[in-house]
């Protein structure tokens, strides 16, 4: 086991702080969600996520999928 410190930042500093080397990894994210994904290494995905839209029950409108 190696020793870790989490570091909170604000989501659009993170990547850059990943290319500078402030920080060493970056959990929940796709390549697709970043303007510049290259040159960074991309493990496979950890799992499945699925996007769905929520809305207050009473407003909410009739959604088909």
């Not at 996520?49 to 769905?52: A, V």
């Given at each position: 086991?190696?020793?870790y410190q989490m570091?909170?930042?604000p989501r659009k500093r993170l990547s850059d702080k990943l290319r500078s080397g402030s920080?060493?990894?970056r959990f929940h994210l796709?390549?697709?969600w970043m303007k510049t994904a290259k040159g960074c290494f991309w493990s496979k995905?950890?799992?499945q996520?699925?996007?769905?839209v929520v809305a207050k029950l009473?407003?909410?409108m009739?959604?088909?999928s």
């Open positions: 086991n190696m020793p570091v909170e930042a920080i060493d990894i796709s390549p697709v995905p950890l799992y996520l699925e996007t769905r009473e407003k909410a009739r959604i088909k």
